[in-house]
């Protein structure tokens, strides 16, 4: 059985920072490709940013490339969202998710659907104040 929790969210300020992280119960995360997603009411579930279970290149929407960045930290078996000169559109639910490397598309995440993440936390509020 696995269980994903997200930390970090919080109210910030317009062009502030916060880290979010995706920590792991029952699985390595090594062994998955972890989304990064987010949801506002009346909106549907938008993947921010990805990394592969092996080592391709991570990938961001289009409308936070340059502004966040996606990593591992082994060490404490987490998959961290960094969010810089965060705006107020920013603002979400942040859910993160993992998809078994079991699959060709996890070793190229921005091939995976929603479908193929099989383990999901229940979000992280992130609110960007203008």
């Known amino acids: 059985q696995v269980q994903l929790m997200e930390s970090g969210g919080g109210l910030v300020q317009h062009g502030g920072s916060l880290r979010l992280s995706c920590t792991a119960s029952?699985?390595?995360?090594?062994?998955?490709?972890v989304g990064w997603f987010r949801q506002v009411p009346g909106k549907e579930r938008e993947r921010v940013s990805c990394v592969s279970s092996g080592d391709g290149s991570p990938d961001y929407t289009d409308s936070v490339k340059g502004r966040f960045t996606i990593s591992r930290d082994k060490a404490k078996n987490t998959v961290d969202l960094e969010m810089n000169y965060l705006k107020p559109e920013d603002t979400a639910v942040y859910f993160c998710?993992?998809?078994?490397?079991?699959?060709?598309?996890?070793?190229?995440?921005?091939?995976?659907?929603?479908?193929?993440?099989?383990?999901w936390g229940q979000g992280t509020q992130v609110t960007v104040s203008s």
């Open positions: 029952g699985l390595s995360l090594d062994d998955y490709a």
């Open positions: 998710a993992a998809a078994p490397g079991s699959y060709t598309a996890s070793q190229y995440c921005v091939l995976l659907d929603a479908q193929h993440y099989g383990a």
